[in-house]
């Protein structure tokens, strides 16, 4: 497997567009995870799903953020409007189960929004 | 709430040195994940702790965890320069991953 593909890796938006960052997770994981790094806060959970169903958003922000995840190979994430705060590393992991094993993370998509 | 809090946040060794890096939690947790970050990179798995006295060993890194001091360490034997990056704890709640802060270390010929 070529383990947990994001895209794209770097994104710059102008403020007030909107964003979506992708991900697709290890086959066969029922867990999927949305983070963002920054260096002020560090690493955040956004949201996770379990077997596409969403579990927990309270990580999300503030509503201008969505996540979907219409099957088991795809998710996203979306900001709209975007705004320069929003500028951090985005990164999607994903598990086989969420107890016991450990995440696998994608690159990372490195957003900018000037 | 879950508060996971590692020091020192920045380490700076010489090769050849020993040196633990802390990291407590303030909840009740027997599952406890190390993670290690190259500048620019992705996170990757180190160990994983699912037992109070759990013992996980990998070259020169030894994590171990206590879940009654809600406490985990990582332990560096004899430092080399590939092990400088940044290494994340993270600690599982009950609907929730909290990693810590990271400690960056540089380990320095």
């Known amino acids: 497997d070529a383990g947990v593909i994001q895209s794209p890796r770097h994104e710059v938006t102008e403020m007030g567009q909107e964003v979506t960052l992708r991900c697709k997770p290890i086959s066969g994981h029922d867990y999927l995870f949305w983070y963002r790094q920054t260096m002020m806060r560090g690493l955040e959970l956004l949201i996770y799903?379990?077997?596409?169903?969403?579990?927990?958003d309270s990580g999300m922000p503030e509503d201008r953020f969505s996540a979907k995840m219409p099957n088991a190979s795809f998710s996203t994430l979306k900001i709209q409007p975007s705004e320069p705060r929003d500028s951090a590393v985005y990164f999607c992991?994903?598990?086989?189960?969420?107890?016991?094993?450990?995440?696998?993370f994608g690159q990372g998509t490195r957003l900018t929004v000037v | 709430e879950l508060k996971v809090e590692q020091n020192p946040l920045f380490l700076s060794m010489q090769e050849g040195k020993n040196y633990t890096i802390y990291c407590n939690y303030s909840t009740t947790s027997d599952r406890l994940y190390w993670y290690r970050q190259d500048p620019g990179k992705s996170l990757e798995s180190l160990f994983v702790?699912?037992?109070?006295?759990a013992v996980k060993q990998e070259g020169r890194l030894m994590a171990s965890l206590d879940t009654k001091a809600r406490l985990s360490t990582l332990h560096i034997t004899a430092a080399v320069h590939d092990l400088s990056a940044t290494y994340f704890c993270a600690v599982e709640g009950n609907n929730d991953m909290r990693f810590g802060a990271g400690t960056r270390l540089t380990v320095k010929p």
């Open positions: 992991a994903s598990s086989l189960v969420w107890l016991n094993t450990e995440a696998f």
């Open positions: 702790l699912l037992s109070n006295g």
């Open positions: 799903f379990n077997n596409n169903v969403p579990i927990d």
